[in-house]
Nanobody, 124 residues
Framework: QVQLVESGGGLVQAGGSLRLSCAAS????????MGWFRQAPGKERDFVSF????????YYADSVKGRFTISRDNAKNTVYLQMNSLKPEDTAVYYC?????????????????WGQGTQVTVSS
Protein backbone atom coordinates (compact mmCIF):
# COMPACT_ATOMS: atom_id res chain seq x y z
CA GLN A 1 0.00 0.00 0.00
CA VAL A 2 1.42 3.34 -1.08
CA GLN A 3 0.75 6.52 0.86
CA LEU A 4 1.17 9.91 -0.81
CA VAL A 5 1.37 13.27 0.92
CA GLU A 6 1.41 16.50 -1.06
CA SER A 7 2.72 19.83 0.13
CA GLY A 8 3.67 23.20 -1.24
CA GLY A 9 0.33 24.63 -2.26
CA GLY A 10 -0.74 28.15 -1.40
CA LEU A 11 -1.84 31.54 -2.64
CA VAL A 12 0.23 33.26 -5.29
CA GLN A 13 -0.26 36.16 -7.67
CA ALA A 14 -0.54 35.62 -11.39
CA GLY A 15 2.90 35.23 -12.90
CA GLY A 16 4.31 33.73 -9.73
CA SER A 17 5.70 30.30 -8.99
CA LEU A 18 5.09 27.41 -6.65
CA ARG A 19 6.72 24.03 -6.21
CA LEU A 20 4.58 21.13 -5.13
CA SER A 21 6.08 18.07 -3.51
CA CYS A 22 4.64 14.61 -3.08
CA ALA A 23 6.31 12.26 -0.63
CA ALA A 24 5.61 8.56 -1.06
CA SER A 25 5.89 5.75 1.46
CA UNK A 26 4.88 2.14 1.76
CA UNK A 27 5.93 0.89 -1.64
CA UNK A 28 8.77 0.68 -4.12
CA UNK A 29 8.68 4.23 -5.41
CA UNK A 30 10.88 3.64 -8.44
CA UNK A 31 8.42 1.04 -9.80
CA UNK A 32 5.57 3.54 -9.96
CA UNK A 33 4.70 6.05 -12.62
CA MET A 34 3.85 9.28 -10.83
CA GLY A 35 1.24 11.73 -12.00
CA TRP A 36 -0.20 15.09 -11.08
CA PHE A 37 -3.85 15.94 -11.60
CA ARG A 38 -5.92 18.95 -10.63
CA GLN A 39 -9.55 19.61 -9.90
CA ALA A 40 -11.23 23.00 -9.89
CA PRO A 41 -14.58 23.52 -8.13
CA GLY A 42 -17.42 21.98 -10.10
CA LYS A 43 -15.09 20.41 -12.65
CA GLU A 44 -13.64 17.00 -13.33
CA ARG A 45 -10.19 15.95 -12.22
CA ASP A 46 -7.85 16.80 -15.09
CA PHE A 47 -4.47 15.44 -16.09
CA VAL A 48 -1.53 17.79 -15.56
CA SER A 49 1.65 15.73 -15.94
CA PHE A 50 3.27 12.36 -15.39
CA UNK A 51 6.78 11.03 -15.17
CA UNK A 52 7.91 7.47 -15.75
CA UNK A 53 9.82 5.18 -13.47
CA UNK A 54 13.36 6.44 -13.74
CA UNK A 55 12.49 9.92 -14.89
CA UNK A 56 13.61 11.27 -18.23
CA UNK A 57 10.20 10.69 -19.80
CA UNK A 58 7.71 13.38 -18.95
CA TYR A 59 4.37 14.37 -20.39
CA TYR A 60 2.27 17.47 -19.88
CA ALA A 61 -1.17 18.74 -20.59
CA ASP A 62 -1.13 21.37 -23.32
CA SER A 63 -2.43 23.95 -20.85
CA VAL A 64 0.71 23.72 -18.70
CA LYS A 65 3.37 22.81 -21.25
CA GLY A 66 6.31 25.19 -21.07
CA ARG A 67 5.27 26.48 -17.63
CA PHE A 68 5.26 23.38 -15.41
CA THR A 69 8.07 20.88 -14.88
CA ILE A 70 7.71 17.49 -13.25
CA SER A 71 10.65 15.70 -11.70
CA ARG A 72 11.31 12.87 -9.31
CA ASP A 73 13.98 11.88 -6.83
CA ASN A 74 13.80 8.13 -6.35
CA ALA A 75 16.33 8.29 -3.51
CA LYS A 76 13.94 10.55 -1.59
CA ASN A 77 10.73 8.87 -2.77
CA THR A 78 9.48 12.26 -3.85
CA VAL A 79 7.99 13.74 -6.98
CA TYR A 80 7.86 17.47 -7.64
CA LEU A 81 5.84 19.83 -9.77
CA GLN A 82 7.51 23.17 -10.43
CA MET A 83 4.88 25.63 -11.58
CA ASN A 84 5.97 28.90 -13.16
CA SER A 85 4.07 31.74 -14.82
CA LEU A 86 0.97 30.77 -12.93
CA LYS A 87 -2.41 31.92 -14.19
CA PRO A 88 -5.75 32.29 -12.40
CA GLU A 89 -7.05 29.33 -14.40
CA ASP A 90 -4.43 27.15 -12.70
CA THR A 91 -6.39 27.52 -9.46
CA ALA A 92 -7.39 24.05 -8.27
CA VAL A 93 -6.70 21.31 -5.79
CA TYR A 94 -3.64 19.46 -7.04
CA TYR A 95 -3.36 15.73 -6.48
CA CYS A 96 -0.39 13.42 -6.69
CA UNK A 97 -1.04 9.87 -7.90
CA UNK A 98 0.87 6.64 -8.39
CA UNK A 99 0.43 3.54 -10.52
CA UNK A 100 2.32 0.39 -11.46
CA UNK A 101 0.32 -0.07 -14.63
CA UNK A 102 2.07 0.32 -17.95
CA UNK A 103 -0.27 2.47 -19.99
CA UNK A 104 -3.10 4.97 -19.78
CA UNK A 105 -1.19 7.51 -17.77
CA UNK A 106 -3.30 10.45 -18.94
CA UNK A 107 -6.36 8.87 -17.34
CA UNK A 108 -7.09 9.34 -13.63
CA UNK A 109 -8.62 5.87 -13.53
CA UNK A 110 -5.22 4.33 -14.24
CA UNK A 111 -3.81 5.43 -10.90
CA UNK A 112 -4.23 3.25 -7.85
CA UNK A 113 -3.00 5.59 -5.13
CA TRP A 114 -3.82 9.23 -4.45
CA GLY A 115 -2.75 11.90 -2.05
CA GLN A 116 -5.15 14.13 -0.15
CA GLY A 117 -4.53 17.11 -2.42
CA THR A 118 -3.08 20.55 -1.92
CA GLN A 119 -4.83 23.80 -2.78
CA VAL A 120 -3.27 26.17 -5.28
CA THR A 121 -4.90 29.57 -5.66
CA VAL A 122 -3.67 32.09 -8.22
CA SER A 123 -4.99 35.62 -7.86
CA SER A 124 -5.26 38.02 -10.77
Amino acid sequence: QVQLVESGGGLVQAGGSLRLSCAASGGTFSRHVMGWFRQAPGKERDFVSFIKWSGGTEYYADSVKGRFTISRDNAKNTVYLQMNSLKPEDTAVYYCAATRRVEGFYNAGTYDYWGQGTQVTVSS
